[in-house]
């Protein structure tokens, strides 16, 4: 099998594939409490194992693709009264993200795929490729699993309506990957229905910042009753497979388009 996990190559391995153009895959997640039945790696640990699907997919399909160490400290404030949950300031956030990226950039590779599985970070990482993408030598894309499957994954739900907090999805997923890890004695009394409405919002559609026991009381949001590894099995393989056709859309990657006139075209401003 390919090896996609940066930490497994040697040195030579790692030039030799920036100088093939390979994707790298930069992912992004948390450790934060996830109910009483959850390990806090679980964004960490699902994040890893979509992002090494994924690119052994890529492979596959002809585009070499390399998956670095998740950034496992994220964007966790809202957690951290229900404890086990290690969070960043956002300053030191996106200076991390900003060192990491720049480090790719040194060693040449020109496709960098951030990929995010965590909700709380997503904001902040599309703030930081705002900062970064109009002087970086390389292309930044960010993406949020969740969001890019969509359907394809939260179709296996049948209790709640996509991927939340510690539910439905996010357990049977992690059945498949540390199923050591899932205290799953009495998954029946652990459901808690989020009230969406309230969460992060105020008014008609305006923002409000809250942390999480504003609307669950143990951690949760979803209801992982009907959790089953094989719910899971789909749900990671529709995740790596929406990251595996980002990664080999020619798009994704493509030079941006420059439609300026005669007089400004060729100012080189991205
Ligand atoms: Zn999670």
Known sequence: MQEVDWSHLKAHELRALAAS????????ASIEQHGPHLPVMTDTRLGQEIAHRAARKACAAGRPTVVTPVVWSGLSEHHMPFGGTLTLSHSTFRLVLKDLIESLTRHGFRDILISNSHG???????????????????VLVATTYVSEAGESLSQYCEDQPGVMH?????TSMMMVCEPDLVDSSDLGSLTQAMDGAKFLKAGKASYRWRPFPHVTGNGIAGNPTRSTPEKGEKMIEAGAEALAALILDADTWADTRDLRGEGTQGVPFR
Not at 21 to 28: D, E, G, Q, R
Not at 166 to 170: F, K
Request: aromatic letters at 0%; charged letters at 10%.
């Open 120 to 138: 709380g970070n997503q904001v902040a990482m599309q703030q930081i490729c705002d900062e970064l993408a109009p002087t970086s030598p390389a």
């Open 21 to 28: 153009n390979a994707v790298v895959i930069l992912p992004i």
């Open 166 to 170: 510690a539910g439905e999805a996010e």
